[in-house]
Structures are given as C-alpha cells and as structure tokens.
T-cell receptor, first 116, second 112 residues
Framework: NAGVTQTPKFQVLKTGQSMTLQCAQD?????MSWYRQDPGMGLRLIHY???????DQGEVPNGYNVSRSTTEDFPLRLLSAAPSQTSVYFC???????????????FGPGTRLTVL | GQQLNQSPQSMFIQEGEDVSMNCTSS?????WLWYKQDPGEGPVLLIA?????ELTSNGRLTAQFGITRKDSFLNISASIPSDVGIYFC????????????FGQGTTLQVKP
C-alpha cells in the first residue's frame, strides 16, 4: 500500500490564481480530511469527508472547496489564492473502526504552498 | 466545541533523560492517538489507545488512556537525539463524526 499520497510536494502561486491539491489513499478508508499547519498554530481542520459524496466544513474552510466523488480521492481546491493561504497542507485518512485499524488516522507527506 | 490542552508547549532536555507530556479535555474521548512530526514531514502515528485505563508501549514510548477518558499522557524514556520533533495528541469523541481533535503540540529538543 502507498498509504496517503499528495501532489504536488511544493507549489508557488500568485495572488488570485487557482489550483487543486491532490490527495489519494489506497486503504479503502471512509474518512478523509484536509489540514493546514502554520508555525505555532498546530493542525487546523479545513474540510473533511465521512464517505464518497459527503463533505463538511472544518474550522477554517473559507477560500477552499472540496469534493469526494470516489472513496480514494479527496482534492482540495483554492479558488483565488491569497498570501494568507501560504501554509503546509496535509491530507489524512482513517477507517471507520470496523476494518481492523480502529480509528487510526494516517497523514500524507504534505504540500508546501507559497502564495506571492 | 471540543478542545484539547496539550502541555508542555516545548521541552529542552538532555540526552538520556525521560520525558512526559499530557493532554486534557473537558470532553470524553473514545480514542486517543499520539503522533510525532519530524521537520518537513507529515505526522506519523506512534500509539493508539482505545480503552480507559489502557497502557500501551512502543519501544521507549509509553502512553496511557486516562481513567476519566478526558486525558492521556505520553512518556519517552532515555531520550536520544532522534526523538527531536513535535508531538501531537489527538482525540476522537463519541459518534465517530470523522473529526479528530488535535492538541497544539509539544516541541521536543534533545541536547546530546
């Protein structure tokens, strides 16, 4: 298993540009989440999904969109990038507790985004 | 909403010393997870706890699920330089809504 994969690893955008951060998992996990990590701020939840076709907002959803058309993929879209969105973005997935892995959540390697 | 208080925020210790950090919550959790994050990497799961009172070890790491279900601690024995990093606790409440609640992290530095 590749686990949780994210692309790209690094990205530089200009203010106002849009882009999609990709996330995929091959563990057949139901739950997927997007976090951003800023210095001294810990991990803040942007959006999450409890299954294909179902998404919900986390604590910092503004400026981001998500969709979950398949179990495997959970892309994060920046609609109009702003300097405040400069951050490290982590995707994560976990099972529902009935798949032998209980509630263990696994993270991807991260995407480092700079908005100029 | 649910919040986790993780302490201490940072620690600077001598190699060989033992380390202890903890997380407390005003809410009950059914699952506690402890992660370590190395610089430039994603968090890696260290230990998962599922029952109140449970004590689980992973090498030099030991974590416990508090009996009240509102706290958890992580101990590292005989620290080594590669223990350096940020340690996060995370809790999952009842209802399995999909949202893990994370502590703010403990930054550990180890002096050789």
């Amino acid at each position: 298993n590749a686990g949780v994969t994210q692309t790209p690893k690094f990205q530089v955008l200009k203010t106002g540009q849009s882009m999609t951060l990709q996330c995929a998992q091959d563990m057949n996990h139901e739950y997927m989440s997007w976090y951003r990590q800023d210095p001294g701020m810990g991990l803040r939840l942007i959006h999450y999904s409890v299954g294909a076709g179902i998404t919900d907002q986390g604590e910092v959803p503004n400026g981001y969109n998500v969709s979950r058309s398949t179990t495997e993929d959970f892309p994060l879209r920046l609609l109009s990038a702003a300097p405040s969105q400069t951050s490290v973005y982590f995707c994560a997935s976990r099972g529902s507790g009935g798949q032998g892995g209980y509630n263990e959540q696994f993270f991807g390697p991260g995407t480092r985004l700079t908005v100029l | 909403g649910q919040q986790l208080n993780q302490s201490p925020q940072s620690m600077f210790i001598q190699e060989g010393e033992d380390v202890s950090m903890n997380c407390t919550s005003s809410s009950i959790f059914n699952t506690w997870l402890w992660y370590k994050q190395d610089p430039g990497e994603g968090p890696v799961l260290l230990i998962a706890l599922y029952k109140a009172g449970e004590l689980t070890s992973n090498g030099r790491l030991t974590a416990q699920f508090g009996i009240t279900r509102k706290d958890s601690f992580l101990n590292i024995s005989a620290s080594i330089p590669s223990d350096v990093g940020i340690y996060f606790c995370a809790g999952l409440g009842s209802g399995n809504t999909g949202k893990l609640i994370f502590g703010q992290g403990t930054t550990l530095q180890v002096k050789p």
